[in-house]
């Protein structure tokens, strides 16, 4: 066999390769674990050009894998697969494009829910009393997004079509459509006071670890929201906790952590105005996956470049 | 004295009426009530031809305004002021246009929030709960809007923006861009089915009253949602209350009521699943309400037609 699926979704992937009628997309192996059916020595012997996978499982196969050459990701985060230590003879692509949509839609919720008081109402109901009071309205308000790639782009567009002032912080400052604003990291302590809604989509690499720290949170405004849906690593979570305790910022929702599951005596769980989701922001569906693993194939099999290539140093 | 600007947020008015510079926009008074100041007796004496205030306040001054030309509610419901027996010898003009993009924000908030489980992350974190499942998305998902004026399009186009599918209803059936399908209240036993949000924006007619009771709530998807933006007399209530009790549709959100605050010992307080929200979903807010009226008093000088005329017979 040329090409191996391994992925917890392997019978999705299964499916849509069955339909797909992709000419040349044969001769592969599809399965959830290696296990009796598949051994690493199955692997061993035959010769795996590419494998599309969830990384960690990934990682698990790559010793068994000598001739891979082209290992495509079924996420965005590929961060197990870049150690240094590790193997980087082979093209990595992970998958962008199909999460800004997802993403959108959790930032503007959570955006929109507290403009709207969801929790406030719900809390007023129990109580039986009716919430004689104005609500916020997300239009006018301002967003500050760290990290506009695709993803940041599709939420920087979504809070625009609801009348918000856009600030964006990236690597490299240069002009964005959708993006009123762009600054880099050193323009934080004139951005972040500006901002209604702070939300991190920086992918996790040596730069992005802690840069939401106490001071980051101190520029925040206090009515301010913090939101996390990049990577755990980015957010010093004792100092989050304790601005979020303080009333240094306002509230919090936080989808990623840098453990996960969130261990089950982190502070977290007891801070106050802190909303915690479970790394779902932006699930990965294996239709759209494997959409753009289907593109890539067709690429691979042609000889052309790939598409969303992760280049092992810069980490993205 | 010609106009008299009557609402609750006097101060606010006076502020624009002062800066807007507008021609011909003198010789008027300002109040939050008739009292000392202002008087009855001072009204029938003055020549007042135009009125800017909220309906209920209106109608405690229209018989004192013998040469009212023109009354500019500051609202969008004037139901108050269509009585048979009241006067109808004036131009009534409400306010349209400002509200679409709060009435979005609220639709699109309570929906994402469905979708996303807010309120069930909240429970999970309460009990200190890694909430391991798979939340909806709303991409993708049908969204039908009982009532598309000029608020029902801003929803559908703030609906289509996430990717749902927009299905409409309204008095005559004609094509309009942002709905995928417009039928009239005939079609509802096959349209009701296939929606996974049902949002009522019906303006408060005699022939919207009791429209949502138990026949239309089940036809509803039992994984839907009931949104009500419009007038309370929309829905028979008890009918909601049975439908979210028994499981006949998922949830339910309400902003307006029969009665306003709910009364104290109403189902509603005790119904599951059900959202409440203290009509507040598209505040008015006199800067915008002023902008509407300043147009409408240039035209009103001119002698042109005015925007947003109310009609008597109609309703809306």
């Not at 997309?25 to 199955?42: F, I, K, P």
């Not at 604003?181 to 992005?208: I, K, M, S, W």
Request: charged residues 20%.
């Amino acid at each position: 066999m040329t090409g191996l699926i391994l992925s917890k979704a392997a019978l999705s992937y299964q499916h849509f390769a069955e339909q797909s009628r992709i000419e040349d997309l044969r001769d592969w192996w599809v399965t959830e674990c290696l296990d009796d059916v598949l051994s690493a020595d199955d692997l061993r012997r035959a010769s795996v050009r590419w494998l599309l996978a969830e990384p960690s499982l990934a990682l698990a196969v790559l010793p068994y894998l000598p001739n891979l050459v082209w290992l495509q990701s079924t996420w965005a985060g590929v961060e197990v697969l870049l150690a240094p230590s590790l193997r980087r003879d082979y093209t990595l692509t992970n998958i962008r494009g199909i999460f800004a949509p997802l993403m959108s839609e959790y930032v503007l919720a959570h955006c929109l829910a507290h403009e709207r008081r969801l929790l406030a109402h719900e809390a007023a109901k129990r109580e039986k009393r009716w919430l004689n009071e104005h609500n916020g309205v997300l239009r006018g308000k301002t967003l500050l997004i760290m990290g506009v790639g695709s993803i940041g782009m599709g939420i920087a567009q979504a809070a625009r079509f609801f009348g918000m002032r856009v600030l964006g912080v990236v690597g490299t400052a240069r002009p964005m459509s959708d993006v009123d604003e762009v600054g880099t990291f050193v323009d934080l302590p004139t951005l972040l006071p500006r901002a209604d809604y702070v939300v991190n989509v920086l992918p996790n690499t040596p730069a992005t670890q802690n840069v939401v720290d106490a001071r980051f949170l101190s520029l925040m405004k206090s009515s301010a929201v913090f939101m996390n849906v990049g990577r755990g690593q980015a957010v010093i979570e004792a100092d989050l906790a304790a601005a979020l305790s303080n009333g240094i910022i306002s509230a919090a929702v936080l989808d990623v952590y840098r453990e996960e599951p969130l261990p089950e005596h982190h502070v977290f769980w007891d801070t106050p105005n802190l909303t915690l989701t479970s790394h779902t922001a932006a699930p990965s569906f294996p239709e759209e996956v494997f959409g753009v693993f289907a593109e890539n194939h067709r690429r691979f099999v042609a000889g052309e470049d790939l598409m969303y290539q992760v280049s092992f140093e810069r980490g993205y």
